[in-house]
């Protein structure tokens, strides 16, 4: 499970209705059980994601035995998704991760 930080802008992305209009841009199908939604799509088995907060909580489990193709076509859809849901790019995602990592008092 990780959670993103999300943009003030985009923090509206934070309801069930949202995520899942966003998913199925993204995957083409989604499913919502209460507050988290659901999919699946080439190397992803299963992608839940909900608000959490001001994050967006993210559990996803990876099928590493596709195609090197589908993987990659699976990860550009991954990160699209997020960009849209979060509003930050990759490079911004993991920029926020690394510094949130270094924090004091981070990893206790």
């Known amino acids: ?13 934070l309801t069930a209705a949202a995520l899942e209009r966003i998913l199925r841009e993204h995957f083409g199908s989604a499913t919502v059980t209460g507050d988290s939604v ?9 992608l839940s994601v909900r608000p959490a907060g001001r994050d967006l909580s993210v559990d996803v489990t990876m099928d590493p035995k596709v195609a090197e193709e589908v993987a990659r076509e699976t ?23 690394r510094k949130s990592a270094t924090a004091p008092g981070a990893g206790a």
Do not use: C, D, W
Request: net charge positive; glycine share 8%.
């Open 1 to 13: 499970m990780q959670n993103y930080p999300v943009r003030a802008s985009h923090r509206g992305n």
């Open 38 to 46: 659901a999919t699946s799509f080439g190397a992803i088995a299963r």
């Open 75 to 97: 990860i550009g859809r991954y990160n699209r998704f997020l960009e849209a849901a979060t509003g930050y790019s990759a490079k911004e995602r993991a920029k926020r991760l």
